[in-house]
């Protein structure tokens, strides 16, 4: 499992999964996780998607692997993020790349798409946080003054347990799979995931939007409080070349909901970018 060091000399770690055809050079796939994930969270799409591709799953900074983080607060930042995509790039031999990101990382890869256009073949986002809207805000607090306050009170697994239903997850889904998903998610260093809670609720892509050349993919869910009409709308108004496809579902996890959906979607966006088939 490789790792780089960021400009900043923060520890990337990154996986790579290649099960193309060996006699053929596959292009790659970087899949950029959400809130207080990692590249963990991937594994049920990364089957099928790398049968056709190079798939590289970082864990962003001071998540998963990518540890540890002296002073999240300021190591946290836009510039960052996008400085690091490029850095686990570098380090994997990618000149170009598929990119894919789910909320927040959704945000994220919107404006790494912006500011580094010469380096995509395509973008997909499932979710996107495009910007934090106030419904985000008021339900992740849970009851408490503010979001970061829940965090700290309850500790990230506890916050996740109360929170998984308000919009990840149907009440009732699959009890094994939530408790999974608490305890993993319930890894995460507490003081990392406050600030990316203040770096989530400050980011917002729509000024870059305009600036996004390559052809974009965006997966929705049928309905959903965190990724509302409105931004869907933004993408659809401002992005030159995007399609945008609903899953049958009111929930934002698209990726651990539907997860052979949401990787033929990508694959096929991809292949048709690419002039491939992905199938056997």
Known sequence: MPTVKAGDGTPLHY???DYADRWRKAETIILIHGFARS?????????YLARFYRVICPDL??????????????????????????????????????????????AITLIFA????QR??????????????????????????????????????????KSNTLARFPVGFDPAFMDWYAREVGKADVDVVAAMVEFAGSVDARPYLQKIKAPTLAL?????????????????????????????????MLGMLQPRACAEQILSFAADHDGIVCRE
């Open 61 to 106: 900074r001071g998540l998963g692997q990518s540890t540890p983080l002296n002073d999240p607060a300021h190591a946290l930042s836009l510039a960052a993020y996008i400085g690091d995509i490029e850095a686990v790039a570098d380090h994997a031999g990618a000149s170009n790349f598929h990119l894919v990101g789910e909320a927040i990382g959704g």
């Open 114 to 117: 912006a500011e580094r256009p």
């Open 120 to 161: 995509l073949r395509t973008l997909s986002v499932l979710a996107p946080a495009v910007w934090a809207n106030d419904w985000i805000r008021n339900a992740y607090a849970v009851g408490f003054p503010s979001w970061v306050e829940a965090i700290r009170a309850l500790g990230v697994e506890g916050w996740v347990r």
């Open 39 to 47: 590249g963990e969270f991937w594994f049920n799409m990364v089957p």
């Open 15 to 17: 996986a790579v999964h």
């Open 220 to 252: 929705y869910p049928t309905g959903s409080n965190i990724s509302s009409a409105d931004q869907e709308a933004a993408l659809r108004d401002n992005i030159a070349s995007v399609r945008v496809t609903h899953l049958d579902t009111p929930y934002a």
